[in-house]
């Protein structure tokens, strides 16, 4: 087989995640981050990609070495473990959904103002989950995902354009590189890690990923060509991390200018931020891909969710398992629970006048919360007795694995103490 006919049949997984991480933890909380508390949380950016980043490559490893997703990793190591998962995910799902659903809203509204044009205030609310739960149930996602991979390196293209205009321009105050945050950023660094680069549950996706890729092509990847095609998305997401940080402490830490605290004004924030580097010529072509980043997001999402939890419930003992008669179509039955759940929470969280930024606070401290059980889980998988010795990985990912569960559980213990 020809080197190109090959990494066509790998790349996917990669870049599926990528597209996933690179939209609430970059485009909110990474620029929060930095208009906020200047330079001062990189430090925790990059341990977060760093040390959270074995259990997501674990999930490619697993998966091209037992062509198992990690869900079904779970269930091997022991049934219980299947059920905390199912718990995990059902305690975090709407949240997540209606937190990716909330920015995705806004930046819909700051692009085509339907609420505007209609007069109806739910407007977009509703025609976006119509639209992605549609799309879904309809099969007419890859179409869709073709075109907004285009758009994804648009944005990752002006992203990059943008950041070098600002570091030339250089920062609007001066900006210190030694971590100074007080107690308001300590209770954002919860948030700010919970997603950095996305929440490590969803590492059962790119699983998931990888296994379908390898019915869909019918080529089976070594485990190291898997790895590799994972890792390049999963540390170009980290860079653009880095970059909206950097982005958001140069032009907008020190001034006047305050982070809006809604999803429209947080989008035109956002895209202010773009044009104030790189001219306001540049802001339409921003809006267009930020949104279809987030779009592509919020579709992945959903998608995600759904095929989780009927992979997991199809897993399940039958003589326990009520669903099992309804496998054809239990994945768009979980589809429109999470859709409908979403909705009705982003309309809830809607009547407080910081529900933005409390929904999307709330979702992502679940998810660092989670991490820790799931992070064991994963790791446990790829030890030799699960996919054979020449499977398993280095010792300096085994380290930085041990060194990543204690940061986890030191942080989520640290949150909880303050929280009671």
């Not at 999307?360 to 919360?369: G, I, K, M």
């Not at 030799?384 to 204690?406: N, R």
Request: aromatic share 14%; proline share 3%; charged share 10%.
């Amino acid at each position: 087989m020809k080197n190109s006919q090959k990494w066509k049949n790998i790349v996917g997984p990669g870049v599926l995640f990528a597209a996933t991480a690179i939209g609430v933890s970059h485009l909110v909380q990474s620029t929060t981050a930095g208009a906020v508390f200047g330079l001062s949380l990189l430090i925790f950016v990059i341990l977060a990609n760093v040390l959270k980043y074995p259990f997501f490559e674990f999930g490619s490893r697993y998966s091209a070495a037992t062509g198992k997703t990690l869900i079904e990793g779970y269930y091997n190591l022991h049934p219980s473990w299947l059920v905390v998962y199912m718990l995990i995910t059902i305690t975090s799902m709407f949240f997540v959904t209606a937190a990716v659903g909330v920015v995705t809203i806004g930046f819909m509204e700051h692009l085509f103002g339907l609420s505007q044009l209609t007069g109806f205030s739910k407007a977009t609310h509703l025609l976006l989950f119509l639209i992605c739960i549609s799309i879904l149930l309809f099969g007419k996602f890859n179409a869709l995902e073709n075109i907004t991979k285009i758009l994804g390196i648009l944005l990752l293209i002006t992203t990059m354009i943008a950041f070098s205009a600002t570091i030339w321009k250089g920062p609007a105050t001066d900006v210190s590189f030694f971590p100074s945050i007080g107690i308001e950023g300590m209770a954002f660094l919860i948030p700010l890690m919970g997603w950095m680069p996305t929440a490590i549950d969803l590492s059962t996706w790119n699983s998931m990923w990888t296994v379908e890729k390898i019915k869909q092509t019918g080529y089976h990847p070594t485990v190291k060509e898997s790895v590799k095609e994972f890792s390049v998305g999963y540390w170009i997401s980290a860079c653009l991390a880095i970059m909206f940080l950097i982005i958001g402490a140069f032009l907008v830490y020190g001034t006047s200018e305050e982070v809006p605290e809604s999803g429209k004004t947080f989008s035109e924030f956002v895209v202010s931020l773009y044009t104030s580097s790189i001219g306001n010529w540049a802001g339409i072509f921003i809006s267009i891909a930020a949104f279809s980043i987030m779009f592509s997001t919020f579709i992945t999402v959903l998608d995600g969710f759904s095929r989780a939890m009927k992979t997991s419930i199809e897993l399940l003992p039958k003589k326990n398992n009520v669903f099992k008669s309804k496998s054809n179509h239990l994945e768009k039955i979980m589809l429109l629970i999470i859709g409908i759940g979403s909705l009705l929470l982003i309309l809830g969280f809607e009547e407080n006048p910081k529900g933005f930024k409390l929904l999307v606070n709330t979702a992502t401290t679940v998810s660092f919360l989670l991490a820790p059980i799931i992070a064991f889980l994963n790791f446990r998988l790829v030890q030799p007795d699960k996919i054979g010795k020449q499977h398993s990985p280095s010792l300096l990912l085994k380290v930085t694995a041990w060194i990543g569960m204690v940061y986890l559980i030191l942080f989520s213990g640290w949150f909880l103490i303050q929280l009671f």
